[in-house]
């Protein structure tokens, strides 16, 4: 307070005596403002920069750490306080700290994985197994920055900009605090921002940055270095913790993190000529949802300092000189790019990616629909993250466009498991691991290759080449070899335990229509045995030679591949055998599934579902080709109680969301019900038209979906059951 006092009188003690003596008015004190990191405390500054404007108080420099990096970012841009709040409001943050390229922008091949392994355990093995390196690459963040500092893409010094700006970052190579002062703005804001094991690190030549916190959560120093003789900071106080609220991991590492952060900013206050205290004890660092209370809370916290800020108001005439000067530094419009370069990866995908982005050469850009793009093509699995800015080229203005490859992959390695508790008495696991090799056989091709362990022992490979690197013909030789146990129940009454022994080869050739739908066409050998390991006999053992030509078409136009809300899906498989052990001779076999998702309300949604299968009246084919009963298949039956060649069956539900499950846990919580009907043909049953309503709690969890609800038919069928893993 005693170094504020001093300050002021410096300022206006001269400035009354060169009144009386000299008409000619001295030059203002240029004035800094330091803004702390906080992530979404954080959004604060922005209420502190609204009163600043609202009282005349000028910012020459600008300075800040994380999200106060972010916010001061925005503001050197020329962005008004009003603006950045319009810009906050508009965001969908639990998209960007999720950060995962939405399901419908996912490549088709892509789509598969997370349908067959349907949570987020993903590692790499290019260096060893491993996992990524943060748990949001920063895709969705660095296409808002992207954006916003577009027309400031060739500035030489963040000095040019409407405000002149410094962002700080630590530097774990060299262990030290980086203050970026030129360079890439979209870069030096993503760096700042960078929370250790969060966001992902960014690379610059042999610099590996993160979150500037670690070393300078208060870059009072840096204002003052920038020329700012007036050193203003905006300190955000949180709730004061107690003993017995640090009893898990996660709170201990928040407290040692804290004890850092604090022991800077203290530093950072003590350098500062006045600092504005913002109370958010009540809020946390992800209550992004909040942001509007945490805005007003700052902009409260200047007015409670008013009296010692309006010091360094200016009078109308002042403030208008200023805004106008600021005005003239501002950009607005981006320059129309000439040419696309691409940077980031190797000759073939930069050859790739910049013939995806063709069409945006020579046109005026569009942000939105490059956004787009650019988050279609992280869905290829190749890319953590893709930005753009813009460059220079012999006179000429290109779109530069950087692409983030994944650091610890591919190879890949997903891993998945199933619990089946559909019968009492009886809990089925499965445990999958999927390894994907990428242009093992040229440029986009892959290798893919599933193990399986538990009611399933199998492994399942497979190799996709497109014809040409851009092509969209395929061609895929696979093969497989499983042993699995196959229960028959009659209720909740076990009938029959078998075991199958399956081994297949075969290729397919195939077209890829973008990345909603694909057709296959191809044939397959191999042999087929089934063995009654317990029970009385429901369906032929068998064993012997297995051909068939097959045809499937597969389109998925869904949102998600867990807990659909909106599109539609459909599958269709034709067969030809011939031959099967046990059948008479060569038969056809056909299958069609659909599915429509509609939401009705935001946090309502219905979905419609039909199936059907048919040999086309063929009855000898050894042994049945349809098999219906257990979860989402008339639940309150049998585990495969129905056993034919011909069946259908309907399926209608809602779906309502209960509540959001915290970020890197989950996503929500649903309450479900349904009801379903069907019939096989040829299959003896108590009931002439079965059918069931079931309910139940559906979580979609980190490590897959976990229903847990009951089932009752209309002949005294009904269960209770749970499943972990795929449920639709």
Not at 467 to 495: C, G, Q, T, V
Request: aromatic residues 12%.
């Amino acid at each position: 307070m005693r170094r504020f006092i001093f300050v002021v009188l410096l300022i206006l003690v001269p400035l009354r005596l060169g009144a009386q003596q000299n008409p000619m008015p001295r030059p203002r004190p240029k004035i800094g403002v330091a803004l702390e990191g906080g992530g979404a405390m954080g959004l604060a500054h922005i209420g502190v920069l609204k009163w600043f404007e609202e009282n005349h108080i000028p910012v020459d420099y600008i300075a800040g750490t994380s999200m106060g990096g972010l916010v001061a970012g925005l503001y050197a841009t020329g962005m008004s306080p009003e603006e950045m709040r319009v810009l906050i409001d508009g965001l969908d943050w639990r998209k960007i700290l999720s950060d995962r390229t939405p399901y419908e922008d996912l490549s088709f091949r892509r789509k598969e994985d997370q349908r067959a392994y349907p949570n987020s355990l993903i590692f790499g093995l290019r260096h060893g197994l491993s996992a990524p390196p943060g748990l949001i690459p920063g895709h969705q963040i660095g296409l808002l920055i992207d954006r916003v500092t577009l027309p400031y893409g060739d500035v030489t010094s963040f000095d040019a900009l409407a405000v002149p700006f410094r962002c700080v970052a630590t530097d774990l190579v060299s262990r030290k605090s980086h203050v970026f002062k030129d360079g890439s703005l979209a870069g030096a804001m993503r760096a700042t921002m960078s929370i250790p094991g969060a966001f992902s690190p960014v690379h610059e030549g042999q610099a590996v940055y993160v979150d500037g916190g670690l070393l300078n959560n208060l870059p009072t120093d840096v204002v003052r270095q920038m020329g700012a003789e007036i050193v203003i900071a905006v300190h955000l106080e949180t709730a004061p913790v107690e003993g017995k609220d640090i009893q898990s991991i996660f709170p201990v590492l928040e407290q040692s993190v804290r004890v850092v952060l604090e022991t800077n900013e203290l530093r950072g206050m003590e350098q500062a000529d006045a600092v504005v205290s913002v109370h958010l004890a009540e809020f946390s660092t992800i209550d992004y949802t909040k942001s509007e209370l945490i805005m007003q809370r700052g902009h409260e916290a200047a007015n409670e300092r008013a009296r010692l800020l309006e010091a360094f108001a200016l009078d109308n005439a002042g403030w208008e000189e200023h805004m106008r000067a600021r005005e003239a530094r501002k950009r607005r419009e981006a320059p129309v790019p000439k040419f696309i370069q691409v940077e980031g990866t190797n000759a073939y995908g930069a050859v790739d990616v910049a013939r995806y982005l063709k069409s945006f050469e020579g046109k005026p850009l569009d942000p939105q629909k490059l956004d787009e793009v650019l988050t279609r093509l992280t869905g290829v699995g190749r890319y953590d993250s893709a930005g753009y800015r813009l460059t220079r080229q012999n006179g000429q203005t290109g779109l530069l466009v950087q692409v983030v490859e994944k650091s610890y992959a591919p190879p890949m390695v997903q891993t998945g498991f199933e619990v089946d508790g559909s019968q009492s008495g009886n809990v089925d696991f499965t445990m999958a691991t999927r390894f994907t090799f990428m242009d093992v056989a040229g440029f986009r091709s892959e290798w893919r290759t599933d193990l399986l362990i538990g009611n399933t022992y199998g492994l399942q490979t497979e190799l996709y080449r497109p014809f040409r690197a851009e092509s969209p013909w395929f061609f895929s030789p696979h093969a497989d070899a499983s042993y699995s146990a196959f229960p028959i129940y009659k209720k909740n009454d076990p009938l029959a335990d078998y075991r199958i022994y399956r081994i297949n080869i075969g290729g397919d050739v195939g077209y890829s229509f973008g990345r909603f739908s694909e057709l296959r066409v191809g044939y397959e050998v191999g042999s087929l045995n089934t063995k009654l390991r317990l029970g009385t006999p429901v369906i032929p053992s068998v064993q012997g030679r297995v051909g068939q030509t097959r045809l499937r078409y597969l389109l998925d136009h869904t949102d998600d591949p867990v807990i659909p809300r909106r599109g539609f899906k459909a599958e269709s498989n034709f067969r030809w055998f011939d031959a099967s052990p046990g059948a008479s001779g060569s038969f056809p076999s056909m299958d069609l599934k659909l599915g429509y998702f509609q939401p009705i309300a935001r946090p309502a949604s219905i979905f419609v579902e039909g199936e059907g299968g048919t040999t086309f009246g063929t009855t000898s084919t050894g042994v049945p080709q349809f098999f219906l009963g257990g979860p989402v298949r008339l639940g309150a039956y049998g585990q495969n109680e129905f056993q034919g060649n011909q069946y259908y069956l309907f399926r209608t539900g809602y779906l309502h969301d209960l509540l959001t499950l915290p970020p890197f846990v989950g996503k929500k919580v649903y309450v479900i019900g349904a009801y379903e009907f069907g019939k096989m043909y040829g299959a003896t049953s108590t009931s002439k038209f079965p059918n069931d309503v079931a309910a139940g709690f559906l979580a979609e969890t980190a490590l897959g979906p976990f229903f847990v609800g009951g089932s009752v038919g209309d002949s005294g069928h009904r269960k209770w059951f749970f499943q972990l893993g795929r449920v639709f």
